[in-house]
């Protein structure tokens, strides 16, 4: 599982459906499938047999982050940084939990790289 330090919430995809661009999203932790993220080659992050990825490949602060077919585009790429951060190379751009909310169904977007607990996630061993 991939969790949000700052608010024990998962990393989620909501309701568990692999429909590309599906959001990905904060909920209580509870060790469903939607919330199984594994890093694979490439530094992707991968449940349910898609990837995690910024939306149209964005760049902006605010763009979201949803599911998505693997295609090893640089979109799905999420580098681990030694402050716990996620880093999207592409956009130079961190995975953020949006005003550290801890309101479950709060979807995921990129944001500039801060070092707030918003950013800072604990990866699977």
Same mark, same amino acid.
């Given at each position: ?7 024990? &919430? ?5 309701? $568990?459906? @692999? @429909?590309?661009?599906? =959001?990905?999203?904060?909920? !209580? ?5 939607? /919330?199984?993220? +594994? ?8 449940? &349910? ?13 605010? @763009? @979201? ?10 979109? /799905?790429?999420?580098? =681990? /940084?030694? !402050?716990?951060? &996620? &880093? !999207?190379?592409? $956009? ?9 909310? +801890? $309101? ?19 990866? =699977?061993?």
């Amino acid at each position: 599982m991939v969790s949000g330090v700052s608010s024990s &919430l998962c990393v989620d995809d909501r309701s $568990s459906d @692999t @429909t590309n661009l599906n =959001p990905v999203q904060i909920w !209580n932790c509870n060790g469903s499938s939607a /919330q199984q993220w +594994t890093v694979a080659a490439g530094n992707t992050l991968q449940a &349910l047999g898609k990837c995690l990825d910024v939306d149209n490949s964005g760049t902006a602060d605010g @763009t @979201t982050v949803d599911l998505y077919d693997c295609n090893s585009t640089s979109a /799905q790429v999420w580098q =681990p /940084q030694s !402050n716990g951060s &996620l &880093l !999207n190379p592409n $956009s130079g751009k961190c995975l953020d939990d949006p005003n550290s909310s +801890t $309101s479950e169904g709060t979807q995921l977007q990129i944001w500039d790289c801060n070092g707030t607990g918003a950013q800072h996630w604990g990866l =699977p061993n």
